[in-house]
């Protein structure tokens, strides 16, 4: 037995709207003698006489009115779901997880955030703040959409692409007489209160390397884990600190100067895809602004 098709209803749909073959024909962008053959094969298969005759008139019959009663509620479903793809096409609906060294989601991720949000506002951002190397298992379990780490080798699981790469900077509170320099070296720290990071973090192994390297005495009066409260310890003019640069350029407004170091230590950052979660073009989206922002962030470097 014959079936009704998407095909039948959205003929009937059109009779009923415009109230002739004819017009039903040019709303459909099809010929009049289809419409009058689809609308005999509906008549048919549901056994009902859904239009009188009248000339060129089709007059509803009670049985086509109750008829269309069902059919507009299967309209307004597909209209949801034509709506639903709209949606999802234009990105007004979704969401990223987002797992990060804290250094990132504190210095980067704001004005990344600022920028997708401008483009996609009604797309939820969940971000996680994590340490290594709790980090890398969580990119890992496939947890998360993305992942943002200084590593250069992919967690298990992931595929890496590389986003930034910048040497360390140093930080100075206003006015402070290394200000003068344009780049600061090894002798220039000789008996300054240095800010450090603690002394499991591997670029504090690389820094005290070069200092003893040199020779060089600092005063190592404070330590943090984190290179914000480090910004923030300088800017109150308590000492100086060589930290990486997305920080540093994120916290210059608390009145930070920021100076090349002849250290070259660089500090990158990649994002972390995990490979066995479904594909979200939003990810993509996501990652384009932050590769927008970070060479906003490079050009301001190459100012130093």
């Known amino acids: 037995m014959a079936s009704l098709t998407l095909r ?19 709303l459909l962008h099809t010929s009049q003698p289809t419409v009058s053959r689809e609308l005999g094969r509906l008549e048919s298969i549901t056994q009902l006489q859904l239009f009188k005759r009248a000339n060129a008139k089709l ?62 506002p009604e797309v939820a951002v969940n971000i996680t703040p994590q340490d290594s190397p709790l980090l890398n298992e969580w990119i890992s379990s496939q947890r998360y959409d993305l992942g943002l780490i200084e590593d250069s080798d ?32 090894a002798e220039d720290f000789q008996d300054e209160v240095f800010i450090s990071l603690a002394t499991s973090d591997p670029y504090r192994t690389r820094i005290d390397q070069y200092f003893d390297n040199h020779g060089i005495q600092r005063r190592l009066l404070v ?35 920021l100076r090349r170091v002849e250290l070259s230590i660089p500090y990158t950052l990649c994002a972390a895809r995990p490979l066995h979660r479904p594909y979200s073009p939003l990810v993509d989206k996501f990652i384009q602004s932050l590769r927008h922002c970070c060479d906003q962030l490079a050009q301001q470097l190459l100012h130093l």
């Open 8 to 26: 039948h209803i959205e003929i009937f749909w059109a009779l009923m709207t415009t109230g002739s073959a004819t017009a039903a024909a040019a």
């Open 59 to 120: 007059i509803p019959t009670e049985q086509a009115l109750l008829l269309f009663d069902e059919v507009k509620r299967a309209y307004f479903g597909m209209e949801r779901i034509n709506k639903a793809a709209e949606a999802i096409r234009q990105y007004k609906h979704g969401q990223i997880a987002l797992v990060t060294l804290p250094a990132f989601s504190q210095a980067v991720l704001p004005m990344v955030c600022k920028h997708f949000l401008d483009l996609y």
């Open 154 to 185: 992919a967690p298990g699981g992931s595929e890496l692409e590389h986003i930034f790469t910048g040497d360390v900077v140093c930080i100075l509170p206003e006015g402070h007489r290394l200000s003068s320099r344009a780049v600061v070296r």
């Open 223 to 257: 330590e943090t884990h984190s290179a914000a409260a480090i910004c923030a310890t300088v800017a109150q003019g308590l000492g100086v600190a060589i930290i990486n640069p997305l920080t540093a350029l994120a916290y210059a407004k608390l009145g930070l100067e």
